[in-house]
T-cell receptor, first 112, second 114 residues
Framework: DAKTTQPPSMDCAEGRAANLPCNHS???????VYWYRQIHSQGPQYIIH???NNETNEMASLIITEDRKSSTLILPHATLRDTAVYYC?????????????FGTGTRLTIIP | NAGVMQNPRHLVRRRGQEARLRCSPM?????VYWYRQLPEEGLKFMVY????????ESGMPKERFSAEFPKEGPSILRIQQVVRGDSAAYFC????????????FGPGTRLTVT
């Protein structure tokens, strides 16, 4: 699975959009981009995933560049409850390859 | 629908003792994954199991660690002769089948070895 690079920490004002970048320059054509978050040592929580098209759900939007070498997770209206460590994960969806490889992530702090 | 359950939530063991961590997947889920998180680090995959089968144990230490997911009952992660370096948070996740994008994580068991 390709390696990802994320900034170690970011701050965002409450109510503003939080934009979390992820670099995955060695991604291959059949690898998906996943985002999970971990709130204060709880179990990680799935947020969103995509292959090459932009995706949106009730939690967030995922913007993947055309060359797929980087992506951005967008939390449109950040709240204090969004303070967490956010993990960008790249994974091939092959039978038997079910493991998620977590890096060190980005610690996002929402400022009141 | 109850989420993934793990028990105990906190476990203290002395060096040399055995630790047993239990994971009950979500209802209808037959795939279980175990991850370990050392302090200030990301989660590391340990093992992937289906009912009565170990599918991928590439992340399991070669000695002292074992995992099972019997036909009935919870999945068990067993650590024999614990050492201080085993102190970590152990998370279990489940999914209804393979190749699904979302794994549902439990709250974790925090193991402390004294």
């Amino acid at each position: 699975d390709a390696k990802t690079t994320q900034p170690p920490s970011m701050d965002c004002a409450e109510g503003r959009a939080a934009n979390l970048p992820c670099n995955h320059s060695t991604i291959s054509g059949n690898e998906y981009v996943y985002w999970y978050r971990q709130i204060h040592s709880q179990g990680p929580q799935y947020i969103i995933h995509g292959l090459k098209n932009n995706e949106t759900n009730e939690m967030a939007s995922l913007i993947i560049t055309e060359d797929r070498k980087s992506s951005t997770l967008i939390l449109p209206h950040a709240t204090l409850r969004d303070t967490a460590v956010y993990y960008c994960i790249v994974r091939v969806e092959n039978f038997g390859n079910e493991k998620l490889t977590f890096g060190t992530g980005t610690r996002l702090t929402i400022i009141p | 629908n109850a989420g993934v359950m793990q028990n105990p939530r906190h476990l203290v063991r002395r060096r040399g003792q055995e630790a047993r961590l239990r994971c009950s997947p979500m209802k209808g889920h037959s795939h279980v994954y175990w991850y370990r998180q050392l302090p200030e680090e990301g989660l590391k995959f340990m093992v992937y199991l289906q009912k009565e089968n170990i599918i991928d144990e590439s992340g399991m230490p070669k000695e002292r660690f074992s995992a099972e997911f019997p036909k009935e009952g919870p999945s068990i992660l067993r650590i024999q002769q614990v050492v201080r370096g085993d102190s970590a948070a152990y998370f279990c996740a489940s999914s209804p089948r393979e190749q699904i994008y979302e794994q549902y994580f439990g709250p974790g068991t925090r193991l402390t070895v004294t």
